[in-house]
Structures are given as C-alpha cells and as structure tokens.
C-alpha cells in the first residue's frame, strides 16, 4: 500500500466526474428487459419514473464507496458535486432503502419484480466491472432479477450509442465547471440541430427541463442563470432520469519532498509538481 510507504506522499481530491447508469426511460419494449423467467417483456418497466426510483433506493452508494471502491469514492446525488456551478442543495444522494424499492416496484405492478441486464465497460472507469457486478447484487435482493455484460469500452461505447442496452453504465467529467454541460449532454432531448442529448442513452425526454435548460443557457446574470439550472436538474433527478451513484477521487503519489495539488478534472500535469 502507497499510503503506508514512508516515502511517498499521497495526494488526493474529489473528481468532478459522476459515475451513474442511463435507464432506457423511452422504448415500450427493451432489448434486455424480461420477465424472472427470461422471457422478453412487452412493457417495459424502465418507463416509469417509480421503478427508475426503486432501482435508485435498491443501491448502497456508501458500500460501494467504501468497498467496493476502497474510499476513493463519494456517495452522489445529482450531476455536479459540491462546489460546482448548478450544485443544488436540495439534492442529496438517495438512501439505501430496500423496502422502499421493493413497495415502488409494486406500486408500479410489478411486486414480484423482473428481469434486467446491466451493462457495462470493463476498462474505462475505476473497477467499473466490480460497480457493475455490485449493484446488481443489490438489485436482485429487491426482487429484480439482474445479469451482467461488461465489454471493453470501444466496444461498449458504439453499441451503447446505439442504444443497444437497456441499463448502461457511463462517467460524466464536468469540464465545463457547470451543470449545464452534463444537463444537455446526458437528459436533454435528443436534438442534433441544436446538439443536445448527444450522450442520452436513455432517451429520457421532458419538454419542462428542456425549457428551463435553454431558458438558462441564454440567461448571461450567474445568479439567475444558476436557480434556473438548479431547478432543471432538481426537475430531471425527481424524474431519476439517471441513476447517480458515486463521484471517483483522484489520487496522485508523489516522491517525498515533492508536492502536488489535486485537480477535480483527473489531469496530470508536470509544471504543477512543487519542491517542499
């Protein structure tokens, strides 16, 4: 372990790139949808914002974080973290609660659950397999009965923008410091004129967060123009247009006597290296 060698020094910071799933919110029938026995679904439950829920309140974001990840994870709740533009108080990262999922799924019709396969890449994000694996676990002891693809992630990636999955794995880096980037890449309307929902996997539309999307991207007052993209993802995450589950933490070693400031957009660069 680096963290025990006394000669090297650790260097750590949260990333701004959320890891979450695209749930296919948009077809009536999904390609990897079933019911328990394995047989294709005419309907398919994704659609409705409650199951998208259940499968939300089924995952243990702290376990995953913890575990899973080894710590260098944080817990999320919505597109940006704390300390980025658009950041919304008012969205916290939701509560492992079973027996919420498990009452939603019934809510929905589906009290005995259903079959679903989740995909993923295996080398693109940090243990993106085991996150993968992980919450599918959790996700059958609620009653859904879950599969696991992963693929490597050139792969992955030209299937998924085909919309070949019904659940998908994918990171988000905030370059742009805001929440609108990640509003109109990930849950805005499919619009190629206007290049919107250029990485919806999921197809997730809502003509209300679309509004307030643009409304707020041509508004140029910061303080108005951030309670207007706060309320948008506020409006997307109560759809659980995605699923959010955790934020990495970059982690850098260095030799001792030398310093290194951690960066939230994973860059490295070597003028930042500082004598002590």
Do not use: C
Not at 120 to 139: S, W
Not at 155 to 179: N, Q
Not at 195 to 208: A, E, V
Not at 241 to 265: E, F, I, M
């Amino acid at each position: 372990m680096l963290r025990t060698n006394g000669a090297i020094t650790i260097f750590s910071a949260p990333s701004n790139r959320m890891i979450f799933f695209h749930l296919d919110s948009n077809r009536d029938k999904s390609p990897f949808v079933t019911d328990k026995a394995g047989v294709p679904l005419e309907q398919n439950p994704l659609k409705d914002a409650r199951v998208r829920r259940a499968i939300s309140k089924a995952i243990n974001r702290p376990a995953i974080a913890e575990r899973v990840m080894e710590g260098l994870a944080l817990p999320a709740g919505q597109f940006v973290p704390d300390g980025f533009f658009g950041f919304s108080p008012a969205l916290k990262p939701e509560s492992f609660d079973p027996d919420g999922a498990r009452k939603l799924l019934a809510e929905a019709g589906y009290p005995d659950g259903f079959g679903l396969t989740l995909h993923g890449p295996n080398n693109r994000y940090v243990n993106d397999e085991q996150v993968v694996q992980a919450v599918a676990q959790m996700l059958n002891r609620v009653g859904i009965v879950t599969k696991v693809e992963v693929l490597p992630f050139s792969v992955y990636v030209t299937r998924a923008r085909k919309y070949d999955f019904s659940a998908a794995l994918l990171g988000w880096g905030v370059s742009t410091g805001e929440v609108s980037y990640p509003l109109r890449s990930l849950v805005a309307t499919v619009n190629a004129e206007k290049g919107l929902g250029t990485w919806n996997w999921s197809r997730y539309s809502n003509p209300k967060m679309d509004a307030l999307l643009e409304q707020g991207l041509a508004i140029v007052d910061n303080a108005k123009r951030e309670k207007i993209l706060q309320s948008a993802a506020e409006l997307a995450m109560r759809d659980q247009a995605v699923v959010p589950l955790h934020y990495q933490v970059n982690t850098w070693a260095a030799r001792k006597g030398y310093s290194y400031t951690p960066r939230t957009d994973e860059r490295t660069y070597a003028h930042e290296v500082k004598p002590q």
